[in-house]
């Protein structure tokens, strides 16, 4: 009897302790369902662009100047590559257009405009709708109905160029500056959570502060992939921000950490994209120069990397002159190109909407 009244005496405890284990477990199984369920692409929100509820100019959209180029006849009457404006969605900004565009199935189905001045240089389209971009001046992420719900002015002194959403609620930033600082911010409390100071050419001279940095990147590792545009280097630098890895290059405007572990960067000096390994040999490497003449393509500043190996290489495009997106194999023959100076500005980075990947999962895009 004692030793059944035992057992009785310790089943609630018992039942507590596995209710308990059963809770605890349900995050992990609620990660791995996660994880055994279909990627989505950014895509799946382009719906929401076209809503009836959508305005055609928002309450924040500042008028911007016209945009800084023109069609040459000559290279609008080609025939080029590909399908057009109908080979990707996408979502395009470009320096010296200080519009954003958004396309799918060959049509822009939907503008913002960010207002006078430079410049749009990073920009994401996340899971939910919602853009996020950089404006130099500032920062901001806005619904497909063109309500601004998150805005950071850059302080005096400096400028935003590069961000990277990290989830839904945070977000990544980089103040050119004396110094340079690196953030991560609470999208709702917009508070900041962490922040280093970066390495700059100057602590001093202000003329300096424009051209430190286009591109930072938090890897899926969880580390910080960094292109020092002036400096001539990319540096990778761990959680507790020491360095990891490095790589000498001049200019480096952009460094992308690609799913096989390489490393794609954008060198604007010499006018070419090279992939490197983690040992720092050549995997890949494209010259502007490589390029069909007729494409006239020039003044590459980022690119992306598609999940089919090809490439993706974005231009400011010569004011008119050149195409601004040109696709390449890994054979590094053109598949496709783009020149619509009718449309668009220049093409200083893209978001391919159809490549899998949640935009918000550092690393999951390669771009």
Known sequence: MSHRRRRFAYRPRFIFSLRALILSALPILALSVAAAAPIHSASDALYRFTEPTV???????????????????????????????????????????????????????????????????????????????????????????????????????????????????????????????????????????????????????????????????????????????????VVEYDHDFKEIWSYSIPSPWAAIRLHNGNTLITDEKDALTREVSHSGETVWEIKLSELPASLHFTQSQSCVRLNNGNTILCSRGDAGAGCQLVEVNQAKKVVWALYDWKNFGPATAVQILDEAGVPEIPGALQR
């Open 55 to 233: 305005p055609a100019k928002g309450a924040g959209e500042v008028p911007v100047d016209p945009p800084r180029g023109k069609s040459f006849p000559e290279m609008a009457a080609q025939s080029y590559p590909g399908h057009g404006l109908s080979e990707h969605p996408m979502v395009y900004i470009g320096e010296g257009c200080s519009t954003i565009f958004i396309v799918n199935q060959g049509k822009i189905i939907w503008t913002y405009d960010t207002g006078k001045g430079w410049e749009l240089d990073d920009i994401w389209l996340l899971s939910n709708g919602n853009i996020l971009f950089s404006r130099m001046s500032y920062a901001e992420e806005v619904t497909p109905n063109k309500k601004v719900i998150w805005h950071r002015d850059a302080k005096p002194g400096t400028e935003i160029h590069t961000l990277q959403p990290v989830g839904l609620d945070r977000v990544m930033l980089v103040e050119n500056g004396l110094p340079p600082r690196l953030l991560m911010l609470n999208l709702k409390t917009n508070q900041i959570e962490s922040e280093h100071a970066l390495p700059a050419i100057s602590p001093t001279d202000r003329r300096t502060v424009h051209g430190q940095f286009r591109r930072v990147r938090l890897t899926a590792s969880g580390t910080y992939l960094v292109s020092f545009l002036e400096m001539d280097r």
